[in-house]
């Protein structure tokens, strides 16, 4: 059990972020031991044999694989710094990532329970030259394995931030640290996780607490402390139909609102941004909105802004209407 004291102004500093770094850190966790998370099998299955084929996964992988453990183990802080903002770009993490003081990364490294294998011991002897491979094997492993179904994911996390922005403002801090994971219980005056391997001190006055949905990291959690701000990854919600073929809109709804319009609802499970949802149903970023504005208008969709994206969603009666139609 891992007890991370929250003060009171340390809780108004809770905030949440989105982070490349920790997908592909939790991604390799599952590339590691699939049967654990058998939820991403459709993933595993279709960019493993690409990552093998590079060098980046299995018998043959660098250190990136060396790095990150498969179960519990003990994973290197440095390998995910806080992120800066909501929502930070794989370079600006991997700028952070390659400017790592080497006694920070030596640190981390006498960490790791027995015999260095080769390429963690030239990491131990040489840490920039090191930084420098690693976050090349980072960027070649992103544009392999996550860039191509990132909109997707990234719309998830998105819809993930906005619950919990919405529960936050309805049960408070309590309410919402209760609710992250089953292993996570806010107690007293402290963030109780029942995860071991977790060197995160108590969270002094001024810090805060960096909370990131993961879709990963399922279904467990990840808890680390990287500098002064400790991090706790979490699963984000609506992980079951992350790999799903896109939902088909009922023919009866097709038949009142057309099938561009219908399809569009069907694709509002989550808050989606115009452009994602151009890519998911093939329409025009023109057409998407003309459709959004009609929907809006007859009350079964509703939009706001976070941060410089506008996110649609259907309403109640949207819900009902794919429901009774289906």
Do not use: K
């Not at 004291?5 to 699939?34: H, N, Q, Y």
């Amino acid at each position: 059990m891992v007890a991370i004291g929250l003060s009171a102004g340390a809780v108004a500093r809770v905030r949440f972020a989105l982070s490349c770094l920790w997908e592909v850190v939790a991604s390799v966790r599952v590339l590691r031991d699939p049967g654990e998370h058998a939820i991403h099998l459709p993933w595993v299955n279709r960019v493993r044999p690409r990552l093998v084929e590079a060098g980046l996964v299995g018998p043959n992988g660098g250190l990136l694989w060396q790095l990150v453990p498969s179960g519990p183990g003990y994973l290197a802080d440095f390998l995910t710094p806080p992120p800066v903002g909501l929502a930070p770009e794989l370079g600006a993490e991997l700028d952070v990532l390659r400017a790592t003081p080497p006694g920070t990364v030596r640190a981390h490294l006498d960490l790791y329970p027995g015999a260095r294998p080769p390429v963690l011991a030239a990491l131990y002897a040489e840490p920039e030259d090191g930084l420098r491979r690693l976050a090349d094997e980072i960027a070649a492993y992103w544009r392999l394995a996550l860039a191509p179904g990132w909109p997707r994911i990234r719309a998830l996390l998105d819809a993930e931030v906005f619950r919990r922005a919405r529960l936050l403002a309805e049960d408070g801090a309590a309410g919402l640290l209760n609710d992250l994971h089953e292993r996570v219980r806010w107690e007293g005056d402290g963030l109780r996780i029942s995860q071991g391997h977790c060197l995160a001190p108590d969270v002094p006055d001024g810090t805060g607490l960096v909370l990131v949905p993961s879709v990963f990291v399922w279904p467990s959690v990840l808890s680390i402390a990287a500098g002064d701000v400790p991090q706790l990854a979490y699963p984000a919600r609506g992980l079951g139909t992350l790999w799903e073929c896109p939902p088909a809109a009922p023919d009866a709804l097709v038949a009142v609102l057309g099938r561009g319009r219908a399809r569009l609802l069907a694709e509002l499970d989550a808050p989606r941004s115009t452009t994602e949802l151009a890519r998911r149903t093939g329409l025009s970023p023109a057409g998407v909105s003309q459709h959004l504005t009609a929907l809006r208008a007859a009350g079964l969709v509703v939009t706001h802004r976070q941060g410089r994206s506008l996110l649609s969603n259907r309403t109640a009666v949207a819900e009902a209407l794919l429901t009774a139609s289906t």
